[in-house]
Structure formats: structure tokens, C-alpha cells
């Protein structure tokens, strides 16, 4: 049986790949979540690559997959350019080989501990799903339960990353998924990973914001069970 490892959004539990499960169950899965997200402890790292040397410490197969949303995407890309060994396939959704600016991800930092999570949920929110979904609150909670200082350490390390001129050196076959509505990493920032990574293709699932695994759980699953297949 084959390990797929799924890795979520900042601000987001591994509860977030709850539709993903059954289209993934004839595989190995395994939910990881950010230091101090769904409960885990806040531990010390330094950057990206540090969040994926967790990730790495938490499986124990000697090959795995690896799908990443949004920071999880990060992840993804930085295991795939430090340890290609490890990596059979990748997917990446909604994600940027870099997000935004360094000086906003410090700002946000620095409110979040300021003023806890509850300073950023409704701008987060407004970002991951279309006016029209109708679970938001479930989602608020579980962006509410996410430690504080878990949350700025994770901006810290989305500040210092950029891996737009590393893209080439990723050799893991690489589905992108993009949201067509996503505001965060539009359809253009997963075109970009797509025309970097030799080989790898793009789709775009119409009617989704940042968290389109959430909002078109189907339209995600088909392109899972047949990429990962």
C-alpha cells in the first residue's frame, strides 16, 4: 500500500482533508499538521525547509507522496528540492513558489502575537471560501484553535521563502491544482510552478477560493485518484 502525506493551509487543522479520506483510501494516508495547529505542539524551526524536515520525521516510509495546500504546498516543494529521494509524487494546491511579500508576512506576524488569531480570522476566511459556502463557521473554529505563536512562526518562515528560481531542480512528477477564484495563489502562480517543473501539468477547479478542497471536494478527488493512481 502506497503512503500519500497530506499537509494543509496555514491557520488550518489536518481536519481540512476530512472530503479527501475516503477517495484516498486504498492508500497509506497521513495527516500532518503545522506546529502549533490542530493541537500540536509549538516546536522551533527556523524556515520552510525546517517545517519539512517535521514532516519528514513523521513518516515512516522510505517513499511517499505528498499533497500540499497553500503552506503545505511550501512544504511540499522544499521536500521535493531537499530530499527527492523520499518524494514519488507531488501535488500542489492553491500554492505560490511565493507567497506575497516579506514585510506583510512580518506584519501579520507581529499582530498575530500581538492580538492572537483572532486579529486575521475574517480577512483568512474571506480568502479560503466564496460568499456563497455555507461551513464557514466550522472553519472559523478550527482557524480559532490555532496557537498564536505557531501561527507568526509560520508567517516568519513564508517571509524569508522563495523558490521561484529553484523550480527546475524539482524531478518528482507534479500535478498543480489551482482554485479559479483563489485571491491567494491565483491559477497564474500554479501555471508558473507547472511551466518551472519539467513535465509537470496544471488544473484549474472552477468556483473555488484558497481552500478549494474544501469548496469542490469532488472536482479534487478525481484529480487525486487519477493522478495518485
Known amino acids: 500500500m502506497s503512503t500519500i502525506v497530506l499537509c494543509g493551509s496555514l491557520g488550518a487543522s489536518s481536519e481540512m482533508w476530512g472530503p479527501q479520506l475516503p477517495a484516498l483510501n486504498a492508500h497509506d494516508v497521513v495527516l500532518v499538521d503545522h506546529p502549533g495547529h490542530g493541537g500540536t505542539p509549538v516546536v522551533e524551526f527556523d524556515d520552510i525547509g525546517g517545517l519539512a524536515q517535521l514532516v519528514l520525521a513523521q513518516v515512516d516510509a522510505e517513499r511517499f507522496s505528498f499533497v500540499g495546500l497553500s503552506l503545505g504546498g511550501a512544504v511540499g516543494m522544499q521536500l521535493a528540492l531537499n530530499a527527492p529521494e523520499r518524494l514519488e509524487q507531488l501535488v500542489l494546491c492553491c500554492a505560490s513558489a ?132
Open 98 to 229: 511565493r507567497f506575497g511579500f516579506a514585510e506583510m508576512w512580518r506584519e501579520r506576524a507581529e499582530l498575530v502575537r500581538a492580538e492572537g488569531v483572532a486579529a486575521v480570522v475574517e480577512a483568512a476566511l474571506a480568502r479560503w471560501f466564496s460568499p456563497a459556502f455555507a461551513d464557514v463557521q466550522r472553519f472559523r473554529e478550527m482557524f480559532l484553535s490555532t496557537d498564536a505563536e505557531g501561527y507568526a512562526r509560520c508567517c516568519d518562515a513564508l517571509a524569508c521563502w522563495d523558490v521561484r528560481d529553484e523550480l527546475n531542480r524539482i524531478s518528482a512528477p507534479t500535478l498543480c491544482v489551482a482554485g479559479a477564484d483563489d485571491p491567494t495563489s491565483p491559477p497564474q502562480h500554479l501555471a508558473q510552478i507547472a511551466d518551472g517543473v519539467a513535465g509537470a501539468r496544471c488544473s484549474v477547479i472552477e468556483h473555488a477560493r484558497h481552500l478549494a478542497n474544501v469548496e469542490r471536494p469532488d472536482e479534487l478527488n478525481l484529480l487525486l485518484r487519477e493522478f495518485l493512481s
